[in-house]
């Protein structure tokens, strides 16, 4: 293996300033997003946090990503990034959601204690569920989308 030299590292400066060091091309970023202030707390948020992403099943193109807004945002990551949907209905910050099987429902948990059953193509609510506490992590049953597996109890 040949060592490296200055070639190699055409259009790179050490002398850059971070976002310039980490604009690569072809890469899209995730930011921050939205603001405002959760509903039920005294906190104000001057940026929503995005706290959970997760790529649609056996498809590279379709990406969710969550924030503490109580929003799922669906994208489209590949072809031409972009947002596609949003998914509003939670009240607090979105702890973890899961695709079906199919990518054709979404299922999310949040710390307004309900569980939400999301149809992704209307971006509708299908199905409430009001829990006596948050519950830590969701999941689907990876064969049956009638069944899913829920973890509540303390968050730490």
Same mark, same amino acid.
């Given at each position: 293996?040949?060592?490296?030299?200055?070639?190699?590292f055409?259009?790179?400066?050490?002398?850059?300033?971070?976002?310039?060091?980490?604009?690569?091309?072809?890469?899209?970023?995730?930011f921050?997003?939205g603001?405002?202030?959760v509903?039920g707390t005294s906190?104000?948020f001057?940026n929503?946090?995005v706290?959970?992403?997760k790529?649609g099943?056996n498809?590279?193109?379709?990406l969710?990503?969550?924030?503490?807004?109580?929003?799922? &945002?669906? +994208? !489209?990551?590949? *072809?031409?990034?972009?947002?596609?949907?949003?998914?509003?209905g939670?009240?607090?910050?979105? #702890?973890?959601?899961?695709?079906?099987?199919?990518n054709?429902?979404?299922?999310?948990?949040?710390?307004?204690?309900?569980?939400?059953?999301?149809?992704?193509?209307?971006?509708?609510?299908?199905?409430?569920?009001?829990?006596? &506490?948050? +519950? !830590?992590?969701? *999941?689907?049953h990876?064969?049956?989308?009638?069944?899913?597996?829920?973890?509540?109890?303390? #968050?730490y």
């Amino acid at each position: 293996m040949d060592a490296l030299d200055e070639d190699d590292f055409v259009g790179f400066n050490l002398n850059n300033n971070m976002a310039e060091v980490y604009a690569f091309v072809g890469m899209h970023h995730i930011f921050e997003r939205g603001t405002g202030k959760v509903e039920g707390t005294s906190f104000l948020f001057a940026n929503m946090i995005v706290n959970r992403i997760k790529f649609g099943n056996n498809d590279n193109d379709i990406l969710a990503f969550a924030s503490s807004d109580g929003i799922i &945002t669906i +994208a !489209s990551a590949m *072809q031409k990034p972009q947002v596609i949907i949003e998914l509003v209905g939670h009240s607090q910050p979105i #702890i973890d959601f899961d695709w079906s099987l199919s990518n054709e429902y979404l299922i999310s948990t949040s710390l307004d204690n309900t569980i939400r059953v999301w149809n992704v193509n209307s971006g509708k609510c299908v199905r409430t569920i009001l829990c006596k &506490t948050p +519950a !830590s992590c969701i *999941q689907f049953h990876p064969l049956n989308n009638n069944i899913f597996l829920v973890r509540h109890g303390h #968050i730490y």
